[in-house]
């Protein structure tokens, strides 16, 4: 058949649903640009459709779910009703990218019943943001649903246009670490989310969800043309989710921009989860940590006990004068608790959370650090054995609170096929990294560390839907290719990795990516597809309030000066602006320092050199800055010259402009230091 | 990251098993061309791959399985030993497209042990034919793996080279019926089998399965690029599968072809089932069929009861006396039965399969049947609910046996969101149309008829897998887009449709299509997008051991010569033989008449007007032969002139070559009456 003859069969499709369905309701953003609207086709389906102006995102659009032990809900419903209310408040993040955070929408309430003798009935509720549309599901207690066994969320997200996308598969190996594709969006296949699009006309949406409490994470798998659809995290239990009503689904999120900066800069995620349960988190900490870490990724160090044992007491002491003498707060060891000698990447069934290595004195190391000024960050590798882990967890976070530890780092490698958790009989059941028993796990640990001032910083993780806001302790995650890659990782993460993942991984929340590593090399010798000054610049593109400063203190040594800025950064800010970027390209970053006047940037870019010149008109207008400037020297290239790093001071108010120059590979960071008020 | 740099990554990525990894074992096809060979990766994969002549076409794939209950089989795993055996026989089907099929495989059996304490070992079973590539895993009972609870089968089949794939998507609305997509292979999604794909070097591979046998139905997802693996279909229990050892999966087949006439050649599907296990299969009759159905399609009839009510006594009478008089030897009579004027396409709860409705009398028209020498079909809709079904189905065959009806058309229209079980508890489990749970079900409908002579013909069914090898009285099934959908599809079927199924769908098995509409019009008025012409092709294109000429009788009179070529078709064959074809653009097929000499041939287009020269060198060499010619008239065309058919007579012998001139949507039916023996 011709192109041509199949355009025409699609594009007769497409309008078929404008004949046959009258618009039910719909619901406007605040600055009226985005619109969704509701309608019911001919056999009963409930259909969703986003605009933003006059260009279609989303044509109509199905919802419904199928069940394991009831018939599906999805055709033969009815529109009985809706309801229209408007948003506005500002809240204050007790730490975050900015302090302020508006929370402005228009809310549409969908009041949908079955029309068949079942007569179920669910809300659709839609919030329509000036940067995008989160919409969730909400049944209540009901004859007919008591308990929901749902075998399929059959939420579509039918895109408009066709574009280009940026995703990583789902259920591949059962973990969130790849490196980004980009393909037309005909070409996606199955994505986790979030997964970001650029259409035809240049708008760029990100598809996520916000608040995935007790329910599976959702993928999006592609149908055929540009039609995707939501397909839930399985289980061994057969249904995806079991969940009795009254229950909400997690908010499926679109993050909908012009440009890929809005993406950046959209609090959408944040602002549909619930707020702060914990009351007081004072005791929550951003902070940058060193470690020892990057040894065992470099081969140099082992977690495993023997003569390369990297969790020692003599080690551990050194680390803590390192990180005092450099002003680090945070200091994480890692394989200092016994189970690391056997194959615990197989099943992690013989950690103890609270037993240390013989050679690993871990009261004294904690009386030293506190002696030292130094925070010891714990670690709880579980190897995805997560009813063995959370057997011992009470004791494990009741040794830590003892010692003053205030943050753990949770690990959940596996090469098992998934989580181990236990099932109803006690029996083993093998659950993914995004399903409902994992999300249930998480917060269940970050709940429980609550309860001991504990911070927890997840890696595998269960994605980032935004629960920072509810609960503040959970202050970061790994959850994509991370600075281990460029250790061992085959190929290592490309110069663009960074320039994706702040416009997909990065719109989940922060991530505890690792950088600094300011030697640029990896196991036996790779070499890091990254310059000195692009390092520098990670710690202000990927947010994240705990920061690594990943590399060996030997080499710090002998980089003082791109040291410095490493040392100044801060991980708090009272303000963010994207000033510029392309998915996968470049973006450049200014953040404001929560803790005083400076601000500090960072753009990084991908393999090619890029220019981009940048307004400062971030910065107080008629105040004097003095930016000292990280860039990339001359004739910078990741592969040939990646140490050549300039180093500049300047001074600049907000009415000046900046060239950036980013070699191939590489990026730039400045730190602007506020002069007097006038 | 430019394209450049993504090519140069992927290259890297294709080499690298190449240096890492060294051959264990390998096999090649009887003349050669094809080639398995296995190796074992670094991790202790084992990995399978795929060349013809110099051509790599499937690239390093891994093999093995996710468990519910288990670790998962697929890293640390190593050969331990490997032996070859060489296959040749011939054998005969008891009915279909050829009297004797070849079966001629060289298999690699390959012994496969994991490295890890669990020590789970497998085999993987290849059979390389000129034809194509089957294997399988085999499972013995062994201490750590009695009972598999299979999460997912991780075989993958990563294409080595990009092309064309005609496919449709699975897990959309749990069947079959859509219209294929040709994209790209990049494009596809998730895909059911058999998928087809053209490579870049013009080798056509359809990806299908053999001897589907309690387990579930596989899919084919694509990961990104062109790298692709097996998705099985969920079941609502939690494990996809449940199987206690010892026991073999379904064979994942790959059907290759240097042309697309080859794929439809293959006996490949069959040869990799088991021989006939039901013994004399006498009493399975390949035959044509008339009915009281189109009528349903069209609106002007009922399933259900009233003034509309089809299947009455006084129409039974009528349609047998029609099928009597021009030599169709089996009527359908569907909405005989109670249970049809609820909401049966709900879930089927009301309907008897013994009780009739009281003005259809069965034993009268079963009894006047059997006196004008025609066998009624009987008709079971079940809606899916194969509790309900299977709780009568005894009394229901017992009925039919009776009564002398030797063949039942089962049906499993559903809109319930799945196949409604009964689980262990009791409970109403909600299994999909391709799942483990359906393809048991289906089997046992299958062996249970078979008891009782009677053949099954199922609707909406599990795909089909060549089972009618291993059991005859499994005649055909529907499983794809069929003519009821050119009555009120929306769109109908388009004119490509049977060019592709041939190539797709029809390498399963046979299909009950339903064609010979000759009024070429649906509900409505609705044109069917074929000329009157190719509805005759159709019947030796679209084979089927049974055939319905679908249109009301009433119309077959306004079309007497063409209804002659359907009243003289036959529906089984001492041999086929595709001449040309084109996947989605046109196909030619002659058939040579199992109970004569005489030979059909049909050849459909698409929406083009297409011509093409056949050689008859496939006729008696040396004999003479009458063609009577069924063509395209002048100035046919499915849109303006449909009924435009030319008959023509014309002596010809095997020296001849043909010229045939298919109209947009068009085709040509050819009967080949043979002269006297020389």
Chains 1, 2 share one sequence.
Not at 143 to 151: D, E, F, G, K, R
Not at 260 to 274: H, T
Not at 279 to 306: C, E, F, N, T
């Amino acid at each position: 058949m011709s192109w041509l003859a199949r355009l025409a069969a699609l594009v007769l499709l497409a309008l078929a649903p404008m004949v046959h369905a009258a618009e039910a309701a719909a619901v406007a953003s605040p600055d009226g640009k985005i619109r969704v609207s509701i309608d019911v086709d001919g056999e009963g389906h409930v259909r969703y459709s986003v605009a933003r102006g006059t260009a279609a995102l989303i044509t109509p659009s199905w919802l419904g779910f199928l069940f394991t032990d009831a018939p599906k809900l999805h055709r033969n419903l009815s529109v009985t009703g809706s309801e229209a209310r408007s948003f506005d408040e500002t809240w204050t993040q007790p730490w975050g990218e900015r302090t302020q955070v508006r929370n402005h929408f228009n809310e549409l309430r969908v009041h949908i019943k079955e029309t068949k003798p079942l007569a179920r009935g669910f809300d659709m509720v839609f919030r329509v943001f000036d940067d995008g549309v989160g919409f969730r599901y909400e049944f209540a207690d009901q004859p007919n649903l008591h308990t929901l066994s749902i075998a399929e969320e059959l939420t579509q997200f039918n895109l408009a246009q066709d574009g280009t996308a940026w995703w990583v598969p789902a259920f591949e190996w059962n973990r969130e670490e790849y490196i980004y594709n980009t393909t037309p969006i005909r070409e996606i296949a199955t994505a986790q989310t979030p997964l970001t699009v650029k259409l035809a006309d240049g708008t760029h949406i990100a598809f996520h969800e916000a608040a995935l409490v007790d329910y599976a994470g959702m993928n999006i798998a592609r149908v055929q043309g540009t039609a995707l659809k939501a397909v839930l995290t399985p289980s061994a239990r057969g249904p995806k989710v079991v969940r009795a009503a009254p229950f909400t689904t997690p908010w499926r999120t679109l993050q909908i921009s012009p440009d890929a900066a809005g993406l950046a800069m959209s609090n959408l995620i944040l602002n549909l989860n619930e707020p702060n349960k914990l009351g007081d988190v004072s005791w929550v900490h951003p902070r940058k940590y060193v470690g020892i870490w990057w040894g065992m990724h470099l081969d140099s160090q082992s977690w495993a006990s023997g003569v390369k044992h990297g969790a020692t007491t003599a080690n551990a002491f050194k680390t803590i004068d390192f990180a005092a003498a450099n002003g680090f707060k945070g200091v994480l060891i890692e394989g200092w608790n016994l189970g690391w000698d056997g194959d615990w990447f197989a099943d992690g069934k013989d950690f103890s959370f609270t037993q240390a290595y013989p050679d690993f004195d871990l009261p004294k190391i904690a009386a030293y650090a506190k002696l030292k000024g130094v925070h010891l960050i714990g670690h709880h590798e579980t190897s995805a054995n997560i009813a063995h882990y959370e057997d011992q967890m009470d004791a494990a976070f009741d040794l830590y609170a003892k010692l003053g530890i205030d943050a753990i780092k949770t690990g959940y490698v596996s090469d098992a096929g998934g989580m181990q958790a236990r099932g109803a009989d006690g029996k083993t059941m093998f659950e993914w990294h995004e399903g409902q028993v994992s999300s249930v796990h998480h917060l269940k640990v970050v709940t429980e560390a609550a309860k001991r001032h504990i911070s927890i910083d997840a890696h595998e993780p269960i994605k980032d839907t935004g629960l920072r806001r509810t609960y503040p302790n959970w202050v970061s995650r790994e959850g994509a290719r991370g600075m281990e890659y460029n250790a061992w990782g085959a190929p290592p993460n490309p110069p663009e990795h960074e320039s994706v993942l702040v416009f997909t991984r990065m719109l989940g929340g922060p991530m505890d990516f690792t950088p600094g590593v300011l030697s640029l090399t990896g196991k036996h010798g790779q070499q890091i597809q990254s310059t000195e000054a692009k390092q520098l610049a990670l710690y202000v593109v990927l947010y994240s309030p705990i920061q690594m400063a990943a590399d060996l203190p030997e080499n710090y040594v002998k980089y003082p000066r791109s040291f410095q800025f490493i040392k100044d950064v801060p991980t708090d800010w009272s303000d963010t602006r994207v000033l510029n970027g392309e998915v996968g390209d470049y973006v450049t970053i200014a953040r404001k320092d929560r803790a005083g006047d400076n601000w500090y940037l960072g753009a990084v870019g991908d393999e090619q050199a890029r220019t981009s010149t940048i307004k400062l008109d971030f910065l107080d207008p008629g105040r004097s800055y003095t930016a000292e400037i990280y860039r990339d020297g001359d004739g910078a290239d990741w592969k040939t010259n990646p140490h050549a790093v300039a180093y500049e001071t300047r001074k600049v108010t907000s009415a000046d402009s900046l060239t950036l120059a980013l070699a191939p590979g590489g990026g730039q960071a400045i730190r602007f230091v506020a002069g007097p008020r006038k």
